[in-house]
């Protein structure tokens, strides 16, 4: 069994180089730096996954932004005519995300054994999706693994591109609605007791209103950890529940029917099938797997089944585009571009004109949520303000109307 070794050396120009390698044992790597031209300065087993210790770096996500940087690099040495153990070690110095820095050197590490770059790609599963590993397989195999890279450069890009303007746009509404309840909490629970101590000093009795603000302020002051674990259990148990393929449909299921978001969401996930569909076959792959790959990564449940039944419908000889519309999630235009696809043999170049369309609609969508957004957040913070103030001042318009 291999294990994971940690080296500090200098390379044939002098230069310190540190990295990790697998090897059966200590001397086994030695003799395999050595062989590389590599001075060694130091060899040890590294402790923890992947080399990299308890480090809390090592466990950041991959995100869809560093995986398109790395592969646009990647793809640009690829077609400058570098051979790929070079393009891997050059991306191994100069990436700076720790766990792409250190699957470019086991993939490096792979292909001196004798693997091809897409069965490196594929041992690790948690940085390169399997959309990304047939793509690179498609291009290794049909001798344009640059075109194909570029391919899935800009497929990440427009990809990270969509979900920026959709984080970006609902960034500003989502801050406000947190401030608000975070002001509308501690108004509750520390300035409204300190107004109501007055009260009860004068002897002055509290409507009913008042009372209510009290007893939310109280419990909250009083008993907010069971609120922060009652909270986390929910969010626990709904997670768990999600997991299951039944929650994952029903939740996906209800998501799709909400005002507005369940369109957006409907548009986003369309954009993302049409897209990587597209990306997919322009590159060769046959249809029934890019659909299989398609049903791993789609994410949502309703139209992973909708994907399935595509894949069925194509083996008995029908079109695609049948069990796509009995999902609902895709507007009745999308899919009649891909019946036309699929009739005219095009079917490439119209899921991309249909992604590029569904694109459109989320930004159109994006910026009539966050028009609506905005004012309903201000109404939403004068009301729970309002009343507030409400609860907190009727007794003085009561202690008044007496005295008058």
Known sequence: MSRLF?????NQQGQLVTGNIEGENRDVVIKSLVGQGYLLLDVREAPGPWGMGFRLDAWRRVGVRDLAIFTRQFATMVGAGLPLLRCL??????VTHPRLREAARRVRYDLETGLSLWESLSKLPQVFSHLYVQMVRAGELGGFLDQA???LAGHLEREDE????VRNSLLYPGLVAGLALLVVLFLISFVMPAFTAIYMSAGISLPLPSRLVLATGTFVRSYFYLIIIGLAVVAISIRLWAGTGRGAKTLDSLLFRLPLIGKMTGEMAAARFSRTMGTLVRAGIPVLLALEVLEDMVGNRVIADGISRARASIREGENMSGPLRDTGVFQPMIIQMIAVGEETGSLDEMLVKAAEYCEREVDQLVNT???LLEPALILLVAVLVGLVVL???LPVFDMMTVLG
């Open 6 to 10: 940690s080296y500090r050396a200098r």
């Open 162 to 165: 969509l979900a920026g303007k």
């Open 391 to 393: 609860g907190a001042l």
């Open 149 to 151: 890279l570029e391919r």
């Open 89 to 94: 070690h050059t991306l191994e110095e100069q």
């Open 369 to 371: 949520l966050v028009t």
